[in-house]
């Protein structure tokens, strides 16, 4: 069966085309500045001709959002694209993971679902790098153990940029050493290491207040650049939300 299934976030409207169990293509537009259901029902015709995607041959949406107005507007254009509702998960979607908390979003929420259905027997972390930092644990039974929200890099950057009238935007990568001798090195050090050293923080704190040595997963868009800095983040999954949403929404 296959199944498109929507990860609306604060900054990007990721999709993933499942195959069953298996996602076989994934892409990303921007969320803001906040579109027309017409708008985005264009783009995601679009998108589908570019990657050969027959809407008659999906038999299954699924979303999730943390952006209440856009779920509307998605809702509608699915409607117009497919002539179907897509299925809309959240929190209160029944799972192995025990939310606990009426306030965790959903994002977060599949982050420890799919954690929970792909690594069995064993506490995990997951690192979501997105417009906020989080770090969520769920123990070996489904139940969730915590969270941490912290400023998101990208979001840390863009409010230094706009804050201060002589730095300039830059590329988000690793610098070549840590003390840097221009402008653009020096941030770059700050962004990088600085938060690399709040990630490696988060996860031997929590590892201390669990007891335990958690097995860690780093998704979201940057979670490329810190996963090859760092042995205490063993694996990198761009698509481990989707995956949550799908393992959520795929017996509804």
Known sequence: MNSIVINVGNSNIRFGLFNDDNCDISWVINTKPYRTADELYVQ????????????????????????????????????????????????????????????????????????????????????????????????????TLGVIIAPGIVTALNSLISQTAQLPEIELVKPKTVLGLDTVTCMQSGMVYGFLGMVEGFIDRINDEVDDNCFVVATGGVSHVYKPLTDKIHVMDRLHTLKGLYFLGKDL
Do not use: W
């Open 44 to 143: 995601m015709l679009m998108l589908y001709q570019t990657y050969k995607i027959q809407p008659k041959e999906i038999n299954k949406i699924i979303m999730g959002s943390v952006v209440p107005h856009l779920t509307k507007i998605m809702s509608s254009a699915i409607r117009k694209i497919h002539g179907i509702n897509p299925v809309i998960v959240d929190r209160n979607t029944p799972s192995g993971v025990q939310a606990k908390s009426k306030q965790m979003g959903t994002d977060i929420y599949a982050n420890l679902v799919a954690a929970h259905n792909m690594y069995p027997d064993r506490k995990k972390i997951v690192l979501d790098f997105g417009t906020a930092l989080t770090a969520s644990c769920v123990a070996e039974n489904g139940e």
